[in-house]
């Protein structure tokens, strides 16, 4: 667990989380920098074997941490231009070598201003983007998956995408010769003091439902003991075919302060 304090004093606390499952070799990355002048956290999960996807994860992260820490803004155009940027990495990477030709990865990224009162995200793939605030959950990033094409066509429902037998189908991640352009936000995002967001791989997500993630939160007292908890729910229900899993918890302030008076009210309510 680390902790980074913003130009204005705000804690910025931080911990990940990386497991190789039930797999040969672990292709999930993470990957963070701060400093006054900015802060960036990064999860990858790589495609294309040993010595091919944990390379392309490594790649996507060390590529993405360099250029934002070199210029950390968080204009749209700037942060498009950073996953552009990591993209040609890894196609460079890939024509060094036949082992790593069809390398691939995906990635989620979240960045914060000087002050962490401004955040911007980008995100390619299927690895996913959460933000927690009070006792709300969004997912801000969509998969690119096809999966995630029949949820948006109606043909399944949202809660069937886990477990999906084509759910590990993407149309686009970086090293791919083809595919959808990578978008930031039109304009960066407020940060509250309690805000709390969670970047993690497919085989976290797959696992943890949102539910839990809420719930798991409350329970803890930082970053660090949020992932253990949630990381007990995959260990409980792990498959045998079990995938590298990784997470990267961000929390702003103390999360746990601000929702404690919600509770309370809530407790209280119920009560009467």
């Not at 709390?196 to 797959?206: P, Q, R, S």
């Not at 949020?226 to 918890?249: C, F, K, T």
Request: hydrophobic share 40%.
């Amino acid at each position: 667990m680390s902790m980074h304090v913003a130009a204005d004093g705000v804690h910025v606390e931080y911990a990940t989380l990386s497991r190789q499952g039930s797999r040969k070799w672990n292709e999930d990355a993470c990957g963070c920098w701060t400093s006054g002048r900015g802060a960036c956290f990064i999860v990858s999960d790589g495609a294309g074997g040993h010595g091919g996807g944990d390379v392309a994860s490594e790649t996507a992260v060390k590529t993405l941490l360099s250029a934002f820490s070199a210029k950390p803004a968080l204009d749209r155009t700037h942060i498009e231009s950073l996953l552009h940027k990591t993209d040609e990495a890894i196609k460079y990477a890939q024509s060094l070598s036949d082992a790593l030709h069809q390398m691939s990865a995906t990635v989620a990224a979240l960045f914060f201003n000087a002050d962490a009162k401004l955040a911007q995200w980008i995100s390619l793939g299927d690895t996913r983007l959460y933000h927690f605030r009070r006792r709300n959950c969004r997912q801000l990033t969509k998969d690119h998956s096809v999966v995630q094409n029949y949820v948006d066509a109606g043909v399944i429902s949202e809660d069937r995408m886990r477990g999906h037998p084509e759910r590990n189908l993407l149309f686009a991640a970086l090293g791919m010769s083809e595919g959808v352009q990578p978008a930031a936000l039109e304009e960066p995002f407020s940060v509250e003091d309690g805000d709390a967001f969670l970047l993690c791989t497919d085989g976290f997500w797959e696992s943890v439902i949102e539910d839990a993630m809420i719930s798991t939160k409350l329970q803890a007292a930082s970053a660090e003991e949020w992932l253990v908890r949630m990381e007990q729910i995959i260990v409980g229900h792990a498959a045998p075919q079990q995938d590298n899993y990784s997470a990267l918890a961000v929390w702003v302030g103390s999360p746990n302060q601000v929702t404690l008076p919600w509770l309370e009210l809530e407790q209280t309510t119920q009560q009467w």
